[in-house]
C-alpha cells in the first residue's frame, strides 16, 4: 500500500498508526503514532475507564489530521489470539475517531471471520460499518460478512494486496530431474490455538512441532535440502523446538538446514526463491510461496488458507494445523514433486490474473478516495 501511495500520490503526507512505531517509522520510512498511548496496566476500574477515554482522545488528535484512514489487507476482521481489549477495541476506536472528524475510511483487501467471540464480533462488525469503502481479499471473507448479518451490498472482492508486493531480484535455483537435489521451504509458526491463552495452547504446540520434525526427519533422509522458514520473529520459539526434535534423531543431518531469520515478507520471499517447493502454516508464507510461483502445501489454521489454494489449483494439496497427519502429507509432498512444473506454471497463470485485478482496484481508489 505505501508503495501504491507513494507512485501515484508523491506529495501525500503519510503516517502509519501501529503498535510499534519506532519499528515501523525506522523500517519504512514514514512518519509513526502509537495504536494506543503507552501505560502501565491498572486494576482499577475508573482508571481502565479514563484510559479508553484517553485512547479515543489520541486517535482523534491524530486522525483529525488525515483526509483518508486506510486498512491495508491482513486478517483485521478475524480474531485470531484477540482479546476484545486488544486490536478488536482499537479498530473501532480509530474508525469511530475518523467518522466523528470527517476522515474518510477504506479497509482494503482484508481477511473477515471467522469471529469466535461474540464482544470481538460486535467490536470489529462495529469497525467495518464505519468505513466508507470495503474490500475482501476472498469471497469466503465477504460471504462470513454476510452470515452474521453485515451489508455487504456495496463490498469488492479483490486478491490479497500482499500480491502486489515487488518480487526480490534473487532468481530461483534452477529445478534438477534428481528429486534429492531439491530444496524445500518448510514454514514454521508458533502454533497454540485459534487462541493461544486458551487452554491446551502447549499440546497442541507440541503436537504440531512432532509432526513437522517427521516431515523434515523424512526430508533429510531422503537427501532433500531443507529451508526453514517463519512469518513472524515470535516463530522463532517453534524454529528452535523443531531444530532440538531434528537434532536429537539425526544429529549429522540437522548441520545441512538453513534456518535464517526474516524481518520483512521482502526477506521471506529472498529465502523462497532458494527452495522448489514450499510446505507452510501461516497465511502469509502461503501468500508468498505462490507469489515466488511455488507449488505450496498448506497446513492452516483457518479456511483462508484451503480458499486461495484452491483458487492457485492446489486445493489437493491442504491439511488442517492440528490435525494433519504426516503420511498424508508426505503423499502430497511426493505428487507435488512428480507435477511441480505444470503446477508451478498455473501458479504463475494465476499470480499474474491477481495482479491485473489489484491494478483495476488501485485505479478505483484513485479516482474515488485519493
Request: one cysteine or more.
Amino acid at each position: 500500500m505505501l508503495g501504491f501511495l507513494r507512485r501515484t500520490r508523491p506529495d501525500a503526507r503519510l503516517f502509519c498508526v501501529c503498535d510499534q512505531p519506532e519499528v515501523v517509522s525506522r523500517s519504512l520510512n514514514i512518519d509513526a503514532v502509537p495504536i494506543r498511548p503507552l501505560g502501565p496496566p491498572s486494576r482499577s476500574k475508573l482508571r481502565r475507564i479514563l484510559s479508553k477515554l484517553g485512547d479515543f482522545g489520541c486517535a482523534w488528535r491524530h486522525i483529525r489530521k488525515a483526509d483518508l484512514m486506510i486498512i491495508p489487507g491482513t486478517g483485521i476482521l478475524d480474531d485470531f489470539g484477540e482479546r476484545p481489549q486488544a486490536m478488536p477495541l482499537k479498530i473501532l476506536t480509530w474508525c469511530l475517531a475518523a467518522r466523528l472528524v470527517g476522515t474518510k475510511i477504506a479497509f482494503v483487501c482484508i481477511g473477515a471471520g471467522p469471529i469466535r467471540h461474540r464482544l470481538n464480533r460486535w467490536l470489529m462488525l462495529g469497525a467495518a460499518g464505519l468505513a466508507h469503502y470495503r474490500s475482501y481479499r476472498d469471497e469466503m471473507s465477504r460471504n462470513f460478512m454476510e452470515s452474521v448479518g453485515f451489508d455487504t451490498t456495496n463490498d469488492q472482492v479483490y486478491p490479497d494486496i500482499v500480491f502486489k508486493l515487488p518480487v526480490p531480484a534473487v532468481s530461483s535455483p534452477a529445478s534438477t530431474p534428481n528429486p534429492g537435489r531439491l530444496t524445500v521451504g518448510v514454514g514454521v509458526m508458533s502454533y497454540r490455538g485459534w487462541y493461544g491463552y486458551a487452554e491446551g495452547a502447549e499440546q497442541i504446540f507440541s503436537r504440531y512441532i512432532d509432526k513437522l520434525s517427521e516431515f523434515v526427519i523424512y526430508l533429510l533422509d531422503g537427501g532433500y535440502g531443507v529451508r526453514l522458514l517463519t512469518g513472524e520473529l515470535g516463530d522463532s520459539t517453534a524454529l528452535d523446538a523443531l531444530l532440538a526434535g531434528v537434532r536429537a534423531a539425526r544429529p549429522q543431518a540437522a548441520e545441512n538446514i538453513i534456518a535464517e531469520p526474516s524481518y520483512s515478507l521482502n526477506d521471506l520471499m529472498e529465502q523462497m526463491s532458494q527452495t522448489d517447493i514450499v510446505v507452510a502454516t501461516r497465511f502469509h508464507n502461503i501468500v508468498c510461496a505462490l507469489k515466488m510461483g511455488k507449488p505450496t502445501i498448506s497446513l492452516g489454521y483457518a479456511r483462508k488458507n484451503d480458499v486461495l489454494m484452491a483458487e492457485m489449483g492446489l486445493g489437493d494439496y491442504c491439511q488442517h494445523v492440528e490435525h494433519f497427519s504426516v503420511q498424508t502429507l508426505v503423499e502430497h509432498f511426493n505428487a507435488l514433486v512428480e507435477n511441480r512444473d505444470t503446477l508451478a506454471q498455473n501458479v504463475r497463470q494465476r499470480v499474474a490474473d491477481y495482479d491485473r485485478q489489484l491494478s483495476r482496484q488501485e485505479e478505483f481508489l484513485l479516482s474515488q478516495y485519493l
